[in-house]
């Protein structure tokens, strides 16, 4: 067997409920699991008698997208085996072979009422293929079509927050794709930013889960709570998902519409200290989380214990990119300027945070200023540490 192969095998036996190996024969997993462009996951597939879902899938390559798409249903990651194109499944797998600039759909139906979630993962990580797609639910009537509703690919995240204008009619359909269960906390918010609720909740590894906001298990009573508000999500071990709304049409059938689950901006003071010159900064970080990448902004406030002016209405941040893996955060980013460069010019700047998770409240690691375009300048270097401005 490839070792590509035995590689996917292993990493997601737990999804398909095959025949589960030692840890000790697992590679390597990572707290993200979802790679952008390579998989693919949709957390809310449904099917029924008069409403199936499409998958229409591309590859965006130059070489064949050789693939698996996975199919698991309820809480306890049992293999989902519906007909897809025509065919029963076997196992909760489906083969997926996809040319170059060619696109595929799986129609998937069942002969019940089934929710599960659908993934997609390529059987080799080469940059030649990749994938890109969506999903649309479809409800009939005999040869006739009377609903049909679009819904994105599920993004991976670790915390999110949810606005909603009706609290009864929002669900939200989580999936983990790790080898470990998720521990959830939820606060609920009134209209005004007020918390009057919380909760805490489980998403087993492999598992789906499928609740209405008003299902889950509030500490507290909520009655006359909405109906608009907002749900904060954070999870300890990375998720992927989407919310709907489902609404009731007055005739016995609802109107489905999908909200997208993005990962929140978390707020941190930065603070650096350099080895050489004794310097130090304080600064402001926002940073989002989109499974492996980071993305936010950086604004100094202070150079040496003076503040900095940004004017009224703040100036233009720096815009900061990097990546998360595990707990190893590391940014990456070129400034607009820096008060050790030259005027109008900025460092390459890279700053490493060990043992990051997002709601500690102290971390620390180091970093690093490459002045590039005055190279006479130097390099700075030093420590650094961060401080959680909002999670609790």
């Not at 499944?89 to 040319?99: F, K, L, R």
């Not at 990580?125 to 797609?133: A, K, L, M, P």
């Not at 990119?321 to 590391?330: A, F, I, P, W």
């Not at 890279?350 to 690093?368: A, K, N, Q, V």
């Amino acid at each position: 067997m490839p070792a590509f192969k035995l590689y996917i095998i292993l990493r997601f036996s737990h999804l398909l409920i095959l025949t589960f190996l030692t840890c000790s024969l697992s590679p390597p997993l990572h707290a993200q699991h979802l790679y952008p462009k390579k998989e693919l996951i949709f957390t809310q597939v449904i099917a029924m008698p008069g409403f199936y879902s499409a998958i229409s899938v591309t590859n965006r390559g130059t070489q064949n997208y050789i693939a698996a798409m996975f199919l698991s249903t309820g809480e306890q990651a049992a293999a989902w085996n519906p007909v897809v194109n025509g065919e029963q499944v076997v196992n909760g797998t489906v083969d997926v072979d996809i040319p170059p600039d060619q696109t595929k759909v799986f129609y998937i139906t069942d002969t019940k009422f089934k929710v599960g979630l659908a993934f997609f993962t390529s059987y080799d990580f080469w940059i030649d293929n990749h994938v890109e797609g969506n999903l649309t639910y479809y409800s009939y009537s005999g040869s006739m079509t009377l609903d049909a509703v679009g819904v994105p690919g599920s993004k991976e995240f670790f915390n999110v927050s949810l606005p909603f204008s009706s609290f009864d009619e929002v669900g939200l359909s989580l999936g983990n794709i790790t080898p470990d269960h998720s521990n959830v906390t939820a606060k609920l918010y009134d209209h005004t930013g007020i918390q009057v609720s919380q909760c805490q909740f489980q998403v087993l590894s492999g598992g789906h889960f499928a609740r209405y906001l008003w299902e889950l298990p509030w500490d507290t009573p909520l009655t006359g709570f909405g109906p608009v508000g907002k749900v904060d999500l954070l999870a300890d071990v990375s998720l992927t998902g989407i919310a709907m709304t489902i609404t009731p049409d007055g005739s016995g059938g609802a109107q489905i519409s999908t909200l997208p689950l993005d990962s929140s901006p978390l707020l941190y003071t930065l603070g650096m200290t350099s080895h050489s010159s004794q310097d130090t900064y304080m600064a402001r970080l926002t940073l989002w989380i989109e499974g492996y990448f980071v993305k936010g902004y950086m604004s100094l406030t202070q150079v040496n214990g003076a503040f900095v002016d940004h004017g009224p209405n703040g100036s233009v941040p720096f815009m900061v990119t990097g990546r998360l893996k595990d707990t190893s955060l590391d940014l990456a980013f070129v400034t607009d300027s820096w008060p050790t460069a030259g005027q109008g010019f900025g460092v390459s700047l890279y700053l490493h945070i060990s043992g990051f998770y997002p709601s500690t409240d102290e971390m620390y690691g180091d970093w690093r200023a490459d002045h590039i375009f005055e190279p006479a300048t130097g390099v700075l270097s030093g420590d650094a540490i961060i401080n959680n401005m909002k999670i609790e």
